[in-house]
């Protein structure tokens, strides 16, 4: 049997109790979506699209970002399907745009 011993320090941090606290910007965790579309075509693809796993699995492949659900395999690349290009994932996601966009 094992003992696990959990040890605390007696020192906490040093807080200066001048009242000045910051308080961060709440931003929401991960909600922003970013644009996809195709890098080579700019093909946008629709949450109906599938793709095809070499499995036979087919789904949204956006949805799981680039992964079979059914074979876990991890597609680095997908295949557009307009422009049957292949392309990095990441490479599909919009890079995010300052506040002033159009
Ligand atoms: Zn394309
Ligand atoms: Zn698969």
Redesign the pocket.
């Known amino acids: 049997m094992r003992k696990v011993e959990l040890r605390r320090g007696p020192e906490e941090e040093e807080r200066d109790g001048t009242g000045g606290i910051d308080v961060e910007q709440r931003r929401p965790a991960k909600d922003r979506r970013r644009r996809i579309r195709c890098p080579k075509c700019g093909y946008q693809p629709v949450p109906s699209d599938r793709w095809f ?3 036979g ?1 087919s789904w949204n492949t956006f949805d799981t970002r680039g992964r ?1 659900p ?2 876990q ?1 991890q597609w680095l690349r997908t295949a557009c399907l307009r422009c049957h290009q292949w392309s990095l994932h990441e490479d599909w996601y919009e890079p995010e745009e300052g506040p002033n966009s159009g």
């Open positions: 796993c070499e499995c699995h079979c059914a074979c395999k």
